[in-house]
């Protein structure tokens, strides 16, 4: 089993967001996180949007894995916590972002800003402590641990009641460590990768699954997508080939091969008709001697090329 936690933040990032612990033995935890980047540190790095795909952009939506685990050095205990946790892209936005450097993904927890909310971070996901003691409780299970940030969207509107309060904004209290050897980006770099991934298959099926268990949940229409499987059009069109065939409807194989072969018969037709008609021509020409020659030269020319397909 795969201990998985779930961080949902509003897609503008102006706000902290929920986070959700499922542990392999079926221990449930939600609390805050934060995966908002900050705003001076995005623009150090040329990216005053916070653009997720770029280096200083907020921490992409995507899922990741569990690939390294270390102690924080002691000097910096206070902005990051005890434990460092790395995580490496394996899927959606996240993955895309491999090509533009944003190779890793750390996470951390670490004080309040003096406004009591968990500050911003340098790329990264912060995690409130309470959460990320009971994180690391599910790690000694020694399962697999995933993590998945995603858009935090509204439930529908007839499930009035799974609405909730929105998570606070951040604290306006930036990172307290941003130039090397104990800014984010160093710290990261450093964490040994000492645990092994899931094999690619297994992840790949568990993202298909998984997004398409997600988007069938939190579509807008009540009435559920149906593809055509083996029927014509797509978007889920509803003629099937059989269809075609049976009311002359659309342009099948079937329909199609009737037409050609409709034509194929109409042109062996004619051309018998006038192989016939010059048949006939050549025989009136033998019983009419040489008066009839001088005008089958004239009348030959125009069959032939009336004959020429």
Do not use: C, K
């Amino acid at each position: 089993m795969t201990v998985r936690i779930t961080v949902s933040v509003p897609p503008s990032r102006d706000r902290s967001a929920w986070a959700r612990l499922a542990g392999a033995r079926g221990e449930r935890f939600e609390g805050i996180a934060v995966v908002t980047t900050d705003a001076d540190h995005a623009r150090r790095h040329g990216n005053p949007q916070r653009d997720p795909l770029r280096p200083g952009g907020h921490a992409p939506f995507g899922r990741y894995q569990l690939v390294g685990r270390a102690a924080t050095p002691s000097e910096a205990a206070a902005e990051y916590g005890g434990t460092l946790l790395l995580f490496e892209p394996a899927s959606g936005e996240a993955l895309d972002a491999e090509s533009f450097g944003r190779l890793a993904l750390l996470m951390y927890s670490g004080g309040r800003g003096a406004d009591g909310r968990l500050r911003p971070t340098q790329g990264g996901a912060r995690l409130a402590p309470d959460v990320m003691q009971a994180l690391l409780a599910a790690t000694d299970t020694q399962e697999p641990i995933e993590l998945v940030i995603e858009p935090l969207a509204a439930p529908r509107w007839w499930a009035f009641w799974r609405r909730r309060e929105l998570p606070p904004p951040p604290s306006s209290d930036g990172p307290r460590f941003t130039q090397p050897p104990l800014d984010e980006q160093t710290l990261a770099a450093s964490v040994p990768r000492t645990i092994a991934r899931a094999p690619l298959e297994d992840r790949d099926a568990d993202t298909w699954r998984d997004d398409r268990d997600r988007d069938s949940s939190s579509g807008s229409s009540d009435t559920p997508y149906r593809g055509g499987g083996g029927t014509g059009g797509g978007g889920g069109a509803s003629a099937s080939w059989s269809d075609a065939r049976v009311s002359g409807r659309g342009t099948s194989v079937d329909a199609s091969g009737r037409v050609i072969a409709a034509a194929a018969v109409a042109a062996v037709a004619a051309g018998a008709a006038v192989a016939a008609a010059r048949s006939d021509a050549e025989g009136s020409t033998a019983g009419h001697g040489d008066a009839g020659g001088s005008g089958n030269d004239s009348g030959g020319t125009s069959t032939e090329s009336g004959t020429a397909y």
